[in-house]
């Protein structure tokens, strides 16, 4: 977690520092405990609804809000208000905001059957609902989303007023309040939905494997594999962060967690302090495109698109592997650039006795990857796979209570015969719950039990934790969605990008980057999705783009948007491991990851690459042959990209060869007649020449 400066003292934290989450602990005493019970409450009633489906989803989106709300004023009071006064204010405003969500509880029939005739009181909690949901986004996240969500505001309220294309027919209060505050396009819209069900699933799920100790094997492993390899340590980086990508949604939480190890060993090596937090940074942030969790906002993309969850990772794989291989490709050019040895092999832990000792934690991503590719919901799939997390860690504090190695073993080939039968008879939510339950009253009365099962209770108060800056987000650009459905405006920007592709497509696609890395360079990833998606997929999906293709532009270019500065919040996070200026890890990210910034353009002409229909090398190859001609293509664009960003291949690039390089990439990005044929010339000719350039080992004779 990121620490703020003087969290230990109330008062001194600073307001900016939440969007990269909270220092650590729940506040100073009793205001901490209250804030700790109120988190397990709240990750209790996320695992009920999700695991039961024992209320109905707006009644469940509008109790999630209400403890978003609680917890947002409630921590932001404990944390920086001066005195108890102060934090009062801050659970008392949290409990109002708690008050509106339980009104869609309270009087669920009632709100049904007025639909679209709101009472006063309605219009009062509905106003109140929104000032909180602003102004707690903005103590989170400070005022640039709930700027931009006033904007629309406004314009909801007063667009009739602007000339025509502008304006719309103009809307009443009731209308307004009635449409953001009580349906299902507004606050409680598609992405708090997934927010309350999928997303809090997910977070609980991976906090459950890191303290499990999966961030241990994956740097365990990663430094067996890459360590003693030229560059080694940046190698191990790379790694490390895309596999923790599998578990963490979070790009800044990957800094933090593994920066805290990877940055200090790149600069130890050789590194210079920018670039190894510009490598960190850049592997980190890729983390949101590493299926299966995506940073969650696989769960919002399906929902929207209304396909499987599993048809959005399948589609993301190669782009993911891709992506992490041309930051992998950019530090072995820098590393040979600069000369930059591995580690000694002796430094380093063996992967595979890494894996030996630790295997069983790979059990339940596997274990939720399978059902999820085999069609069973991610609420299904990420409640079993938590089971089984919780099963891992309860047995393992139980079987070192056992002073007989084969006990052990007892134990353990026991409780896999047990799921494996419950498995196999259809493992369902009451039997996992079952296996817990009875594991959970063992380790009471085991040695090390009681302190597993208290740190399994932290988890869950700290998942709520983690959930609160995603989950205002979610909530807060239900704004923008529920503006865009009632006044049509979105149809304005989608016909102006419309006419920009009937000229020309790549014109149409530099505009939608360079709008999704706008919104990004203010706003968290998941808003920066959700509006550039609702903006510009649906024009690019009528000039002919696949519409998943679309919508993965759009969330490329909002978590490139985290590397880019001035704002560059991964960049931010580095920088206080590696003691560096965050403008230069800024831009150092940026030149790490030039590769990543046009892979989005390659699956655009070349949707073969996440593995759907409609290239056109299919008619030619077949479907799996423009695959693997698209995936080829791609890897050589990423080599020249890499070799005109670092300056160096078999020996430094001069000015004329990372030219002729740089012309070679754009044509194999190019859709014109003969661009592949003239891009694979130019790259061969560049090669070779770098080839024939290369230092040579001259022996001179006695």
Not at 311 to 340: C, D, Q, T
Not at 586 to 604: K, N, Q, S, T
Request: proline share 5%; with cysteine; hydrophobic share 55%.
């Amino acid at each position: 977690m990121l620490q703020v400066r003087g969290a230990e003292q109330p008062g001194k934290a600073k307001l900016d520092n939440f969007e990269h989450g909270f220092p650590e602990g729940f506040g100073p005493g009793g205001w901490g405990h209250l804030a700790y019970a109120i988190g397990i409450a709240f990750a209790a009633f996320q695992l009920v609804v999700a695991a039961w489906s024992v209320l109905p989803s707006q009644v469940v989106r509008g109790v999630h809000v209400g403890f978003l709300i609680l917890m947002t004023f409630g921590l932001v009071g404990n944390f920086t208000a001066k005195s108890n006064i102060g934090r009062s204010i801050g659970w008392l405003v949290g409990s109002a905001g708690f008050l509106c969500g339980l009104y869609q509880w309270i009087f669920y029939a009632d709100l049904i059957a007025r639909d679209g005739d709101p009472t006063p009181l309605d219009l009062a909690v509905g106003t109140l609902l929104a000032v909180l949901i602003f102004e707690g986004t903005r103590r989170l996240m400070g005022l640039a989303l709930p700027l931009m969500c006033g904007a629309c505001i406004l314009y909801w309220f007063f667009g009739q007023y602007l000339p025509a294309p502008f304006n719309h027919r103009g809307y009443g209060f009731d209308q307004i309040i009635s449409h953001l505050s009580y349906g299902t396009e507004g606050f409680y819209g598609v992405p708090i939905y997934v927010s309350a069900t999928y997303i809090f699933l997910f977070i609980l799920f991976g906090s459950f494997l890191e303290r499990a100790g999966m961030i241990q094997l994956f740097t365990d492993v990663s430094l067996g594999l890459f360590g003693t390899t030229l560059g080694g340590p940046a190698k191990v980086a790379v790694f490390a962060s895309g596999m923790m990508g599998t578990v963490s949604g979070s790009g800044v939480a990957n800094v933090v967690t593994v920066g805290q190890f990877t940055i200090p060993l790149m600069i130890r090596f050789g590194y210079r302090p920018a670039f190894a937090a510009g490598v960190e940074a850049t592997a980190s942030m890729g983390g949101q495109i590493m299926p299966p969790v995506m940073g969650a906002v696989a769960f919002i993309m399906a929902e929207t698109l209304g396909v499987e969850y599993s048809v959005i990772v399948k589609a993301a794989v190669i782009p993911a592997i891709l992506y992490f291989a041309s930051a992998f490709w950019m530090v072995h050019l820098e590393a040979g650039k600069h000369g930059l040895v591995g580690m000694k092999r002796s430094e380093i832990p063996s992967a595979w006795k890494a894996l030996v000792a630790r295997w069983y934690l790979v059990l339940p991503l596997a274990a939720l990857v399978y059902m999820l590719f085999q069609g069973f919901t991610p609420l299904y799939a990420g409640s079993i796979g938590l089971a089984l997390t919780v099963a891992l860690i309860l047995g393992a504090s139980i079987s070192l209570g056992f002073s007989n190695t084969a006990l052990r073993y007892v134990f353990w080939i026991g409780l896999a015969l047990v799921i494996a039968a419950l498995w196999r008879d259809g493992l369902d939510i009451i039997s996992a719950a079952c296996v817990v339950g009875v594991l959970v009253l063992i380790a009471a009365i085991t040695r090390g039990g009681r302190a597993t099962l208290a740190a399994c209770r932290d988890s869950l108060a700290d998942s709520a934790k983690s959930a609160l800056t995603v989950g205002m987000a979610c909530a807060i650009v239900g704004s923008i969605i529920g503006m865009m459905t009632q006044t049509g405006v979105g149809t304005i920007f989608g016909s102006w990008i419309i006419g920009l592709g009937a000229k020309s497509l790549f014109v149409a696609l530099i505009m939608t980057m360079l709008l999704s890395i706008l919104l990004g360079t203010g706003i968290p990833t998941i808003p920066t999705y959700i509006i550039t998606a609702a903006l510009a997929a649906p024009a690019l999906a009528k000039l002919g783009v696949a519409l998943i293709a679309s919508h993965m532009f759009a969330f490329y270019y909002g978590i490139m948007a985290d590397l880019s500065p001035p704002v560059a919040l991964a960049a931010l996070a580095a920088a206080p491991i590696a003691k560096e200026n965050p403008d230069k890890i800024g831009w150092e990210a940026m030149r790490i990851a030039l590769a990543g910034y046009v892979i989005p353009f390659i699956f655009i002409y070349s949707p073969s690459l996440m593995l759907q229909p409609g290239d056109p090398l299919a008619a030619q190859l077949g479907f799996y042959g423009a695959v693997a001609f698209a995936t080829f293509k791609a890897l050589v664009a990423i080599a020249l990209f890499g070799m005109v960003a670092i300056g160096f291949l078999f020996t430094p690039l001069t000015w004329l060869e990372r030219g002729a390089a740089f012309l070679a990439a754009l044509c194999l990005l190019g859709d014109f007649r003969f661009s592949d044929t003239l891009g694979f010339t130019l790259a061969v000719a560049c090669v070779l020449w770098q080839w024939q350039r290369r230092p040579r080992n001259v022996v001179v004779a006695d």
